[in-house]
């Protein structure tokens, strides 16, 4: 029932090298460009089974956060180029579009559990494949809530959220921990505001509009919902709002796992490593995600932010044999015991026939949120143009806005006009 749920939901620089490959091969070679930081030492262990196994060459190497089409850029232009990369949404795959591989009679398709996993191309071709569901939050440690002589039944919109959050902060002191984690604008940690957060007024905007493709302009007409939840997030937090310039994303991940903060934005991606026994073996019992409510009329209705915006494509201006390698090489992650196991653990939901069953409270929230009714809010910042520079902007707004050397003016513009200069350049009509 679980899988069919994930179905329904689902629609939603570096200096690069490959080791141990040379342009003279004359076996297939594996070169992956990785979206997702968090995922690297899991499929860098991966790759080096694989190679032990088959004798294939693979190298992957991750992108930091926020660079990700710089570096798909700059590895394009080389030589030895990537085999296998990731687009993440309608927009990336048309800029990418004329590098996907046709999948469509691959052994990866035969893989697949849904086509509902997929997006399609010129001519029907199958041009990139989603390899997991996700969605995100509020992670919240129901345990210190409790502590503090809250609830999580009391939360339903933004008016209870703040309510609680600020009660907890004005007692941090004496409970011994804070209503949020940091707000961090270091790039480890910002995409989770510049992208994930930003999703919450391009949904409502999108949702009135009626709109479902990328669009040239976009009003903000909900910024103030936006700003509702970042003045909430650095305004209850241990870190002031001064520092969150240099705060990273291992900073908030460390504050919550240790039990400094109650409420944490982030995914689902999060579960494995906040419950690992290696890093913070928090309880899962503990553990829960609720949605991030800003404000918006009807919120008590509202569920997780759920979707992705990972999806593998195979470069079509690679060689044949680097191209059968590379699908070679998914089969195995995706059917292998080391594959599946990498996937559950790193991924959770994924959209194969042989995917293992795994346990991740934050999916299972979302799962209950929908059968309850609640609307799912998608992932509408997958329409972002120009995505990196954009979200560069936003958050050098934030930053000046949070040090209070700028009005909240300045995030409107970088967010709004922002859009449209990126939009022109994207597409290549600026005057």
Excluded at 46 to 74: C, F, I, N, P, W
Excluded at 109 to 136: H, P, Q, R, V, W
Excluded at 371 to 379: A, I, L, P, S
Aim: proline fraction near 2%; glycine fraction near 8%.
């Amino acid at each position: 029932m679980l899988k069919k749920s994930y179905i329904q939901l689902f629609w939603a620089m570096l200096v690069l090298s490959v080791s141990g490959c040379t342009a003279e091969s004359t076996e297939g070679y594996v070169y992956y460009i990785n979206f997702k930081p968090e995922a690297d030492a899991m499929w860098q262990e991966l790759a080096e089974k694989y190679t032990e196994q088959t004798g294939t060459q693979v190298k992957v190497v991750t992108a930091a956060s926020g660079t990700y089409t710089d570096t798909l850029t700059v590895a394009m232009n080389k030589t030895m180029v990537p085999t296998l990369f990731v687009v993440n949404g309608v927009q990336s795959l048309a800029n990418w579009e004329d590098y996907c591989y046709d999948l469509r009679d691959s052994k990866l398709t035969d893989d697949l559990e849904s086509e509902d996993f997929c997006m399609y191309g010129k001519n029907g071709a199958l041009e990139a494949i989603g390899y997991c569901y996700e969605c995100y939050g509020l992670i919240v440690n129901k345990s210190l809530l409790k502590k503090s002589g809250h609830d999580i039944s009391e939360i339903n919109n933004f008016a209870s959220l703040r309510s609680v959050a600020e009660d907890i902060h004005s007692r941090s002191g004496e409970l011994g921990f804070d209503a949020f984690t940091s707000s961090g604008l270091d790039s480890s940690s910002s995409w989770r505001f510049s992208g994930h957060l930003a999703a919450l007024p391009l949904f409502y905007e999108f949702g009135e509009a009626g709109i479902c493709s990328q669009p040239a302009e976009i009003t903000g007409k909900y910024l103030g919902l936006y700003r509702n939840v970042w003045d909430l997030y650095i305004n209850n937090s241990a870190v002031l709002p001064t520092a969150l310039n240099t705060a990273t994303g291992n900073m908030a991940e460390e504050e919550f796992g240790s039990g400094k903060a109650v409420f944490y934005q982030n995914g689902s991606w999060e579960y494995n490593s906040l419950t690992n026994a290696e890093t913070f073996a928090m309880n899962p019992d503990d553990l829960a995600m609720i949605p991030i409510y800003c404000g918006a009329e009807g919120e008590e209705n509202a569920g997780l932010c759920s979707g992705t915006e990972n999806y593998w494509a195979v470069n079509s201006k690679a060689d044949q044999k680097s191209i059968d390698a590379t699908i070679a090489f998914l089969d195995w992650v995706v059917t292998s015991e080391e594959g599946r196991k990498m996937m559950s653990d790193s991924f959770g939901a994924t959209p194969f026939k042989d995917s293992l069953p795994f346990v991740n409270i934050f999916i299972s929230d979302a799962d209950r949120l929908r059968e309850e009714g609640k609307y799912t809010v998608t992932w509408d910042f997958i329409y972002t143009p120009n995505t990196d520079t954009w979200r560069a902007g936003v958050v050098s707004a934030l930053q000046s806005y949070s040090a209070g050397t700028e009005d909240w003016g300045k995030v409107e513009n970088a967010f709004v006009n922002g859009w449209s200069y990126q939009y022109k350049t994207e597409h290549c009509i600026l005057n």
